[in-house]
Structure formats: structure tokens, C-alpha cells
């Protein structure tokens, strides 16, 4: 009798606080979601998970065999200039001569 109450009593703390964390990581993610957004003109995006960006997309690319296809789609989706994010980090995709060479013309005092 003891041991069934101890577990009960585990099982329904692990549901609580489990349930409370994972509320908390939502919440966390939402609120910090928007205000990565809210920030100005930044090129658009393909939607990522909250924490993990669009690392389950590579992923699922595979190997390098298919990464490229990836980064093909999203080009055509996005264009020229898009952002990739891997985790906490952005990454700022160039798809043409003409992206690349105004970052280099135009921005070269903030990107160098």
C-alpha cells in the first residue's frame, strides 16, 4: 500500500513539474520569437522550431547530397537573401551576384 502511494505520489509530481517546465520552454520561446521579429527589415525566413531553428530541416536533408536541394527551394521560396537559423545562430543566405556584390559595395563598413 506505501509503495503504491509513492509512486502515485512521483507519478503525479513528474506530470506537474513536467508539465510546468514544458509551459515554461513555450512561453520562453514564444516571447522570445517575437521579439527576435519585431527587430526591422531582416529578410524573411523559412518558420523553424522555437530552440532549434531549422536544424530538423538539415537534418532531414541528410548529407550533402541533398543539402543543396534544400538550400535551392528555399531560394526560390525566399529569394535572393534569406536567414537559416541553426539553433540560436542566424545565418544570412546570398543567392545571387547581385545580393553579394551590394553587400559588398554598399555594406562593406558593417559586414567587414
Known amino acids: 500500500m506505501l509503495l503504491t502511494n509513492l509512486f502515485t505520489d512521483w507519478h503525479q509530481a513528474f506530470l506537474i513539474y513536467g508539465g510546468l517546465t514544458l509551459l515554461s520552454f513555450l512561453v520562453a520561446s514564444v516571447i522570445w520569437r517575437s521579439k527576435s521579429t519585431s527587430s ?65 559595395d554598399r555594406n562593406s563598413a558593417v559586414t567587414s
Open 40 to 104: 526591422g527589415a531582416l529578410p524573411p525566413a523559412p518558420a523553424g522550431w522555437p530552440l532549434l531553428g531549422n536544424m530538423p530541416d538539415l537534418i532531414k536533408a541528410g548529407s550533402a547530397k541533398k543539402l543543396h536541394l534544400l538550400m535551392q527551394y528555399w531560394a526560390k521560396q525566399y529569394g535572393e537573401v534569406y536567414r537559416v537559423r541553426v539553433g540560436p545562430v542566424e545565418q544570412y543566405m546570398l543567392n545571387s551576384d547581385r545580393a553579394v556584390k551590394h553587400l559588398m
